[in-house]
């Protein structure tokens, strides 16, 4: 089956750098999209990974091994407004012939002062 | 600017009754999801829409209907056949482009009094 990994939560400290990781399961892989989702409010895109590699923008990165059905969002120079849930989300081709996408339960971000 | 508007932002229902939920887009896109978010776990489809006047079952979507007679326009029906109703539902829409990602409406808290 389809199956997507991520830390429930994770705490770090304003101006620092912190990693969060996805791992995957899925056949059909056809991309990985990360997503900022602040408490109450919708999901905003962050990166889209389908080849292997770094993707970089601003101060978020995004890394992808298809290999090893894993990625990890990159944050440095952490601000307070980055304190939100992350989500990880893998499209996949299904055998009915539709791309479909599969979400992560999100990882809670609590940076510090 | 472009988007996609949600309404209401808080609803509640009382047991038995039926209720609506808006979505509207002005972005031009072909394809319109709905979401359904509860604590602890990833975002669940609820339907799909890739054309007017087409729409498919997602994962969990019995309870539920929907409609898609314009192509601004997705509206979802939480019917008295849903026995756990209470969530946050999220409306969203994704470009032709395979590399953006969904863009997600502000969202709808539905809560059952």
Redesign the interface.
């Known amino acids: 089956g389809q199956n997507?990994d991520q830390p429930t939560e994770m705490t770090a400290t304003e101006g620092a750098i912190v990693q969060i990781n996805c791992t995957y399961q899925t056949s059909g892989f056809?991309?990985l999209?990360w997503?900022q989702q602040h408490a109450?409010?919708?999901?905003?895109?962050l990166s889209?990974n389908?080849l292997d590699g770094l993707e970089e923008k601003g101060r978020f990165s995004s890394f992808l091994s298809r290999s090893k059905g894993y990625s990890y969002l990159l944050l440095k120079e952490l601000q307070m407004k980055d304190s939100a849930s992350y989500?990880c989300?893998v499209?996949f081709y299904s055998p009915s012939g539709t791309?479909?996408?599969?979400?992560?339960?999100?990882t809670r971000l609590k940076v510090l002062a | 600017d472009g988007g996609i508007t949600q309404s209401p932002k808080y609803l509640f229902r009382k047991e038995g009754q039926n209720v609506t939920l808006s979505c509207e887009q002005n972005l031009n896109h072909d394809a319109m999801y709905w979401y359904r978010q509860d604590p602890g776990q990833g975002l669940r489809l609820i339907y799909y829409s890739q054309i007017v006047n087409d729409f498919q079952k997602g994962d969990i979507a019995e309870g539920y209907s929907v409609s898609r007679e314009k192509k601004e326009s997705f509206p979802l029906t939480v019917t008295s056949a849903q026995k756990n109703p209470t969530a946050f539902y999220l409306c969203a829409s994704r470009s032709r482009d395979r590399g953006y990602g969904y863009t997600f409406g502000s969202g709808t808290r539905l809560t059952v009094v």
């Open positions: 997507i056809n991309g999209f997503y109450g409010e919708a999901p905003t895109f889209y389908v989500l989300a499209r791309y479909k996408y599969i979400f992560g339960t999100g």
